[in-house]
């Protein structure tokens, strides 16, 4: 399901529903680094509004930034704890996190993003088996996501050929003409 959807804020919210369902968690959030700045974003989270933030999270001092730039999976049990914990999106979401897996967003090539479990219901702890199936699942979304924005800019090349066509097809008759009667 997750290859077939090319529209990027609906393939985001299947990814959080998936992680959500297999795991047994309270929330999921996706954090994407954006291709043109470099820049690790805090892109959508369970129950929040696309569009809602587009956070800047730093690579330094930040779970998510250590995942993405160790391409290593992390579990923190007590984010209190947690020197690296980047409270920011906890107050701008008005959520409580208390503990969460972070896992690498990891195509063929490089690593674009991390995908966070957050909170085990019940205070349950994140096991061994929770790690493997939210690795998988980050597996299949990198590459979907990276299928997204494929398709995105094919369909804004696609856009941009199309605009030119008529203006360059009007230049071609105009050019035709002038060498006829000259």
């Known amino acids: 399901q997750l290859n077939a959807t ?40 369970a129950d929040m509004e696309p569009g809602m933030t587009s956070m800047v999270v730093p690579m330094e001092g930040s779970i998510a930034g250590w995942v993405v730039s160790h391409g290593e999976p992390r579990v923190i049990e007590d984010v209190t704890l947690e020197p690296n914990f980047f409270k920011q999106v906890n107050d701008t979401l008005e959520f409580q996190t208390r503990n969460l897996v972070a896992v690498p967003l990891r195509t063929h090539q490089k690593v674009i993003g991390a995908l966070e479990a957050v909170n085990k219901h019940g205070g349950a702890r994140f096991t061994g088996d929770d790690i493997k199936i939210l690795t998988t699942l980050a597996g299949q979304a990198a590459i979907a996501i990276e299928n997204a924005r494929l398709f995105q800019q094919s369909d804004y090349m696609a856009e941009v050929v199309h605009e030119l066509r008529t203006p360059l097809a009007s230049l071609r008759t105009s050019a035709s003409l002038l060498l006829e009667y000259y």
């Open 6 to 45: 090319r529209d990027h804020v609906a393939l985001l919210k299947r990814i959080i529903s998936a992680a959500m369902e297999l795991l047994d968690i309270e929330a999921a959030s996706i954090l994407l680094v954006d291709p043109s700045t470099g820049e690790l974003r805090f892109e959508l989270a």
